[in-house]
């Protein structure tokens, strides 16, 4: 299962069935979960000083898309799923299920819950703290440095089942509460309440979250967003938000 | 012309005059047409089940740059130029002479037509319907989702000879008519008018394409562009443009 | 120090101590100083007729990382560092101690000071024109065409100290002076004068920079941002920022 053209370090723990494709490196001391596909040209565990020899762990069934690299010193539980070019450095940890989307970048020093996806070509800083169940759309950034540069470093939080649409910037110490939404191109200053759409540059509350309707059934609200959408997630967690928030809605 | 370190399979169907670069892999069924340069590093016909055993097809006189990307179950006429580390995911179809950026992503289930160009960075989400000589600047992002996350899917229209400047985020279900002109960093929450300008955040109506004019020669308006640009166009299509828009005027 | 997957021309020079990277390849006429690092799967000295057979010439002590790509006919004074899937194209000449951010991408004809920092995901425009000691942060865009499309290519002049911070666009042939700041997310479609603050979209002048304060100490101001910043500058430059501007106030 590994291509004869990767380059595996005999100091890499791999778990039963893995896949390495072509052209991939697993550095030393990597240690890859069962049943994990990684694709071609990515390479695992890039030493740097800053992983304080700690190693890179990647969960059980995860799938790492082709030309990622993932440094020395973070951990990812099972069923972490990349795209494409994605990069994550050192002491990062991330819960369950991550999905990092195509060219994503995390920098380094991130919490990061359970069942958090990002899109396409998102940037998070270092230092951000993300949440559970949340989703981060394409070109999106999570900012550190209130008057770059500096040796000051806020990052983000972001709470559970938040919504952070395309092009948005976060500016730094930022905390952006439960369930709330934040609009396409939206440049964000202060903290978002719990439950509120926020959009605009800068950002301003619109309204609450829950007065978005859903386009194909308008006397529905689109918000909580799990009332009604549940694809990828696995049924222990879908019969949680059946309790929290009412039966499926459509 | 195939370089010793490359991995093609012996079921693409590789045309005359090929060339593949260095640790470059062809999977199978790939169909490269005639004169076509593959750089390095690049990999073509990903399988994927949303493929529906589609093949990849790549038309002759193609050129596609290093650490470019292309899943199986899409098509592209004669003459692609790709950037390098471009992504482009499943069943999108594209006409002739296709150009896309540097670090572009085409996500897939997009139809395409004559002589588009994108510069870098440019991410096409799925479902996007997009016409003939039509120009995407760097960092543009058509979206899909009209309440994220949900399984509606919106996809956005651009119209012939369309102009979409640096960092416009363009929202799902929008169709941006033909000759129109969206101004650089705007959000595009409606539909754009057939030879207008908009641009701010939310993007409004600014006045007409043709009342901007060339830097160079402020008697001369700078829209619609092929009256004064035509470099990378054939002469076929030129002497259509001469026929529609009048002759060059510099 | 060359890994033996490597693919390194005959006619490259390369310095003392120079390692390069598993799947890297040097193409003819590249110009490597001593003591430089190339990562793995990076590519130098693209051949292009663009470059008008002038070599790559790469400093010392430099670090390029993973997946990086530089076309032929450009250089660098020593210290260049890089992220990873850097895309640096014909003739551009940077100074010292340029940092180069990931996925960051420089079009090619670009004059660069000493010292400048890029963050990730930066694009440079063809013909802009950067100082010294600068800063650009992810997302941000200088672009160069009026009127797109069209043959008329106006850079971005970026005068020394000045930043510009996340995903700001900076519109064609536009000068940001000395010690100017642009705020995140800003759209700048006029000249910004020395020592102020621009943001919004479109960016208008908020404040002197001197009035913008440090977080953890407010009765000092942030900037001249080298008052209380020099990590990663040698001795014989802090020192001159003494001499400009006074001791370090932290």
């Given at each position: 299962m590994i291509h004869e053209s990767a380059i595996v370090s005999p100091k890499a723990e791999i778990g039963k069935n893995v896949k390495i494709g072509h052209f991939s490196v697993i550095h030393d001391g990597v240690n890859i979960g069962n049943n994990t596909i990684i694709e071609g040209y990515c390479e695992l565990?890039?030493?740097?000083?800053?992983?304080?020899n700690q190693s890179l762990t990647i969960g059980n069934d995860s799938h790492i898309r082709s030309h990622s690299l993932f440094y020395a010193g973070s951990s990812f539980k099972e069923k972490l799923i990349t795209g494409h070019r994605v990069t994550v450095r050192e002491k990062t940890h991330a819960g369950v299920n991550l999905q990092i989307g195509t060219?994503?970048?995390?920098?380094?020093d991130c919490q990061i819950g359970d069942y958090v996806r990002t899109h396409s070509n998102v940037h998070i800083g270092k230092h951000s703290q993300i949440g559970n169940f949340i989703w981060i759309y394409p070109y999106v950034v999570l900012t550190n440095d209130?008057?770059?540069?500096?040796e000051t470093m806020l990052g983000v939080t972001i709470k559970d089942f938040a919504i952070i649409a395309t092009m948005a910037v976060i500016l730094p110490g930022i905390t952006v509460n439960e369930h709330s939404l934040i609009g396409a191109h939206s440049l964000v200053k202060s903290d978002v309440l719990c439950g509120k759409v926020v959009a605009g540059n800068p950002a301003k509350e619109i309204c609450d979250t829950t007065s978005i309707k859903l386009?194909?059934?308008?006397?529905?609200?689109?918000?909580?967003?799990p009332k009604h959408f549940n694809r990828g997630y696995p049924d222990s967690v879908i019969s949680r938000w059946r309790e929290r928030f009412g039966e499926k809605i459509i």
């Open positions: 565990g890039c030493p740097t000083p800053l992983a304080d060219l994503s970048d995390i920098q380094g209130p008057h770059p540069p500096s386009k194909d059934h308008p006397e529905l609200s689109a918000y909580p967003w």
